[in-house]
C-alpha cells in the first residue's frame, strides 16, 4: 500500500505558484515606481518645468523612492519573523505547561475538518509523542503562521528597490530624448499608460484575477494619479 503511494506522488506534478512573497514586492515595487514618478512628472510639466528640471527631480524621487520602499519591505518582513519567534516561544511554553490543554486545541482543530474524537485520537497522541512536530502543527492550524525564510527580509528589500527602479524608470525616459516638456510629456503619457497595461494584465496572470480587467485597473489608476497631479499644477499656476 504505502509503495503504491509513493508511485502515485511520485508520478503526479502539482502546478500551484509557490513564489508569492516575490511577485507580492515586484507588484508593489513595479506599481508605485511607474505611478509615482508618472505623477510627479506630469505635475511638473503642468507647471511648465523644463524636462531637464522634471528628469533630475524624477530621479531624485526615484532614488529616494526605492530607499523608502525598500526599507519598508525590511521592516515588514523583520516585524513578520519577529512576530513568528514570539508567537513559537508562547506555543513552545504553552505545550511544556499545559500540554493536555493544547492537545486538546488539536482535537479542536481537527474536529473542524469533520474527524469524529476516535479517528482524531490517534493522531494527537502521535504529535504529543513529537513535540517538534506538535509544535509545527500548533503554529501552522491553530495560529496560521508560516516559518519566514532567514533572508526574506533582506531580499524583500532588495526586490522592492530594484522593482522600483525599474518601474520608476518608463515614464522619466521621454524626458531624456525630448527636450521640451510638454511634448515628452505625451510621450511619458503614452509609455507609461502602456507599460501600466502590460504590468497590470501579467499581474493578473499571475496572482489568478482577470488578466485585462487587472491591466485596466492599473492603467485607471496611474492616469487618476498624474491627472491629478497635473490639474493641481495648473490650478495653482492660475493667475
Known sequence: MASESTKLLIGH??????AG?????????????LTV?????AGLSGAQASSSLI???GLAEVAAGSISMGLGGYLAAKSEAE???????REQD???????????EIGEILSQYGLERHEYAPVVNSLRKNPQAWLEFMMRFELGLEKPEPRRALESALTIAIAYVVGGLVPLLPYVFIPKAQKAMYTS??????????FGYVK???TGHRPLLSAFQTAFIGALASAAAYAIAKFVQAP
Open 13 to 18: 506534478k502539482e502546478k500551484h505558484f509557490t
Open 21 to 33: 512573497d516575490v511577485v507580492r514586492d515586484v507588484i508593489m515595487g513595479v506599481s508605485d515606481g
Open 37 to 41: 514618478p508618472f505623477a510627479l512628472a
Open 55 to 57: 528628469l533630475t527631480a
Open 83 to 89: 512576530h513568528y519567534q514570539r508567537e513559537l516561544k
Open 94 to 104: 504553552e505545550i511544556i505547561n499545559v500540554p493536555d490543554t493544547e492537545a486538546a
Open 189 to 198: 503619457i503614452g509609455v507609461t499608460l502602456a507599460a501600466l497595461l502590460f
Open 204 to 206: 493578473g496572470r499571475f
